[in-house]
């Protein structure tokens, strides 16, 4: 049976409340065991729950670090998060564009997710590595 759309704004709203937050616990429950990360960027898939580490990394590094939603809207399998991850960053202030486009099965969980982001907007968080 399908997901209703108020559960999938609901599933969004909670991800993007713990993502702000730097909840990884939080956004790891939400998934599925295995559930996987692909990149935009190199074209790798990842499991999701060697994202949590970057997550945590990233809110120590920008105190006020945030994704501020451009756009959202539900798909047939989940919902896609168009963002502005922006906070002030070891090397400056940091405003990177992203969409994740997230599919969840019928138990509202997630089951792999799909990144798209431009690199070289992230290059004043990796100016603290």
Known sequence: MPLS???LVDHH???SE???AGRADVTMAMCV???TVWHNF???TIEYASTG?????MHRQIPDL???TRSFSCTEDGWMW???IVGTAPGGALNAHSCMIVHVNDEGLITSLDEYIDPASMAPLRASR
């Open 13 to 15: 709203r909670r991800f």
């Open 5 to 7: 759309r108020e559960f």
């Open 66 to 68: 945030r994704w501020e």
């Open 18 to 20: 713990a993502t702000n």
């Open 33 to 35: 065991p295995g559930a």
């Open 42 to 44: 190199d074209d790798k």
């Open 82 to 84: 168009q963002a502005a």
């Open 53 to 57: 580490a970057t997550l945590e990394w």
